[in-house]
C-alpha cells in the first residue's frame, strides 16, 4: 500500500510559477508511474500528466504541455510538478497518483491509478 502526501499548493499570480511536490511512502517507489491530476469545483477530474517508471517518460495534456513539466527522484521517493506561466483559471485542487503500471506506461485516466494523494490546493490570481 502506497501513502501519497502533496504539498505545495497555494495562491500565485497569474504568469507565476509553483512547484507541486508528492512523497510516497509505504511501497516500493520505482515500481509505480505517476499522475498528476486536477479538479476544479463542480468540474470532472482531468489529467494533467504522468511520468513513467522506466527513464522517466512524461506525457502530459494538451493545455500545460511547455508550461508544466514532471520529473520523478526514485531515491527521495518523490514526484515533482513544476508549473510555469500559470493562467487564472478556475482553482483547483491537484492529486498525485500512483499506478503500477508497466516500465513505459503513461496512464492518463484517473480509473488507471490505485493510490491516491488528498491533494493540494492552487489557486491563480488575475
Known amino acids: 500500500q502506497v501513502q501519497l502526501v502533496e504539498s505545495g499548493g497555494g495562491l500565485v499570480q497569474a504568469g507565476g510559477s509553483l512547484r507541486l511536490s508528492c512523497a510516497a511512502s509505504?511501497?516500493?517507489?520505482?515500481?509505480?508511474?505517476m499522475g498528476w491530476f486536477r479538479q476544479a469545483p463542480g468540474k470532472e477530474r482531468e489529467f494533467v500528466g504522468a511520468v513513467s517508471r522506466i527513464a522517466s517518460g512524461t506525457a502530459y495534456e494538451d493545455s500545460v504541455k511547455g508550461r508544466f513539466t514532471i520529473s520523478r527522484d526514485d531515491a527521495k521517493n518523490t514526484v515533482s510538478l513544476q508549473m510555469n506561466s500559470l493562467t487564472p483559471d478556475a482553482p483547483a485542487v491537484y492529486y498525485c497518483?500512483?499506478?503500477?503500471?508497466?516500465?513505459?506506461?503513461?496512464?492518463?485516466?484517473?480509473?488507471?491509478?490505485?493510490?491516491w494523494g488528498q491533494g493540494t490546493q492552487v489557486t491563480v490570481s488575475s
Open positions: 509505504g511501497g516500493t517507489f520505482s515500481s509505480y508511474a
Open positions: 497518483a500512483a499506478d503500477r503500471a508497466g516500465p513505459w506506461s503513461l496512464p492518463r485516466l484517473g480509473h488507471a491509478y490505485a493510490y
